[in-house]
């Protein structure tokens, strides 16, 4: 049996499986797929189906679990109960429980939903970090923004970015469920001002009152009340009145005011559009800094970071290792700009061209403005500069600026 974690079937694809297990009388479970992680965390996963036939006196399903659109894994699960074999691993499920909350094992979503149930109807690969994917208006090919709910008290809801009716629903009987067991949420807590982050917050507030919470250039952007402006440095920090254990950090570049939060004990991480794990990040001119985000990146996995869970996609578990890949990609996009520039290109459409072959043409205006970004990010430099008609050309040193 294939553990699949790791693979990427395309977005919105559902795949159907079972999941076993057997209950001992001591109420001992018994799961049919061990696997372990890059990290080498071990992961209690899913049998793949099929196996188990399903009849009246066969295994039972007691429960299904279905992961939501808008993340590029999805399953449709029936939990089972039947015969495990004896390869299982057999463990107490509060003590599975226990150590998933330690950090020391990962557990299926549909296996946690199946000895705790899920609250909000999305995703939890860590405990605390539950992932609930919402509509929005965003970036192709990602048709969804993550709505986070971060800690267990005082819980902050990030980034509930959809103002659709039907989305507000969901998000708000996920509230009602979450606070039933949880207790009331802190706040509503926005990682930056795009209208794919924050444009549910005037629905919700008039149905919650919750704070809200950004950091003071998202404030400047957003057309409600920030209650609460947070301005932390670079490097982690405790964020007071938030949930307990959980860090700040301010991390811009893709948008001025952009914020990061981390669990200092595991460093799991929600880190708005700082990377994605469907599509990609946007950094448009207008008022991104591609050097900034890439020295934001770098500074995060100087800090360390654990699952990562990004606004578009999938949480990702080497969080370190994704963040660098992206900081890397971009400097290496920007390698392939400046040889355009010395190769001879002079407008941005040729730069473009260039920098993007063979894919500039299907990647459209997303590559120019991203071409530009990191033109404006070299002429900031002194590395490349624009002439009056706005022609671009590489920098000589002593060249005027
Ligand atoms: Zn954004």
């Keep these: 049996m294939a553990h699949q974690l790791l693979d990427t079937p395309a977005p919105q694809e559902v795949v159907t499986r079972d999941l076993l297990f057997d209950r001992d009388s001591d109420g001992t479970l018994a799961w049919t797929v061990r696997a372990t992680t890059q990290s080498g965390l071990p992961v209690l996963a899913l049998a793949d189906s099929g196996e188990a036939p399903l009849g009246p006196s066969g295994p039972k399903v007691v429960c299904r679990h279905t992961t939501p659109k808008g993340l590029a894994h999805r399953w449709a699960t029936r939990v089972v109960v039947g015969r495990a074999d004896e390869s299982s691993v057999r463990r107490h499920p509060d003590e599975v429980l226990a150590e998933w909350r330690r950090g020391s094992l990962l557990l299926d979503p549909a296996s946690r939903h199946a000895i705790s149930p899920d609250l909000v109807g999305g ?18 090919p990602a048709t969804h923004t993550n ?27 996920a509230i009602d469920r979450f606070v039933g067991r949880n207790g009331p949420l802190g706040a509503i807590f926005l990682t930056h001002h795009h209208a794919d982050h924050v444009s549910g917050v005037p629905g919700l507030l008039r149905r919650f009152r919750l704070p809200v919470w950004a950091h003071p250039e998202t404030a400047s952007r957003v057309a409600f009340p920030v209650d609460r402006l947070i301005a932390p440095s670079a490097t982690f920090e ?29 460093g799991a991480a929600v880190v708005g559009d700082m990377v994605a794990s469907i599509g990609t990040i946007l950094i448009d001119p207008s008022e991104g ?6 020295t934001s990146l770098r500074s995060m996995a100087a800090q360390g970071i654990g699952v990562v869970h990004p606004a578009h996609g999938d949480p990702v578990f080497e969080g370190t290792e994704r963040v660098l890949a992206t900081a890397g990609h971009r400097e290496w996009r920007e390698t392939l700009v400046l040889a355009a520039l010395r190769a ?46 706005g022609a671009w050309h590489p920098a000589a040193p002593g060249d005027p600026s």
């Excluded at 709505?147 to 009987?173: I, K, N, T, Y």
């Excluded at 040729?350 to 070299?378: C, D, F, I, K």
């Design 123 to 140: 995703v939890e690969w860590v405990h605390g970090v539950r992932v609930l994917p919402l509509r929005t208006a965003t970036l192709p």
């Design 238 to 266: 405790p964020l007071e009145g938030g949930p307990a254990g959980w860090e700040v950090a301010h991390t811009p570049g893709h948008a001025p005011g952009h914020l990061s939060l981390r669990r200092a004990s595991d």
């Design 344 to 389: 001879g290109a002079r407008s941005l459409a040729e730069v473009t061209a260039q920098a993007y072959a063979p894919n500039a043409v299907a990647l459209g205006w997303l590559a120019a403005r991203s071409t530009e970004a990191h033109l404006v990010a070299l002429e900031r430099a002194g590395v490349a500069r624009r002439d009056e008609v």
């Design 147 to 173: 709505c986070l709910f971060v800690g267990e008290r005082r819980a902050l809801l990030v980034d509930p970015g959809s103002a659709e009716a039907d989305e507000q629903l969901r998000l708000c009987e």
């Design 289 to 294: 800094d591609v050097r900034e985000y890439v």
